[in-house]
Nanobody
């Protein structure tokens, strides 16, 4: 069982930056690939970033590639999402997710554990 708690959301102006954190419980954090997803009002939850257990492999959709960076610290049981050059269309609730597999994935249904989400609002 893994419990995830996100933090770091907030209100930021267009072009600004935020760093989200996700703290995970459990002693086997290193056995999980991690991901970030987001959901805007009236839209489906969409993939934002994923990272393998070793940090050697990451993946992003085109909408955030070059602006967002996912990283993890297995010693601290924490995964991060650095978001730069934020745009109003990045406004959403951001969710951290854990997958009981060391390989990263962009598929929502492959993640077994989810955090409660943190709101990110980018003003125009």
């Amino acid at each position: 069982q893994v419990q995830l708690v996100e933090s770091g959301g907030g209100l930021v102006q267009t072009g600004g930056s935020l760093r989200l954190s996700c703290a995970a419980s459990g002693r086997t954090f290193g056995a999980y690939a991690m991901g970030w997803f987001r959901q805007a009002p009236g839209k489906e939850r969409e993939f934002v970033a994923t990272i393998s257990w070793s940090s050697r492999s990451t993946d992003y959709p085109g909408s955030v590639k070059g602006r967002f960076t996912i990283s993890r610290d297995n010693a601290k049981n924490t995964v991060y999402l650095q978001m730069n050059s934020l745009k109003p269309e990045d406004t959403a609730v951001y969710y951290c997710a854990a997958r009981a597999n060391r390989a990263p994935s962009s598929l929502r249904y492959e993640y077994q554990y989810w955090g409660q989400g943190t709101q990110v609002t980018v003003s125009a």
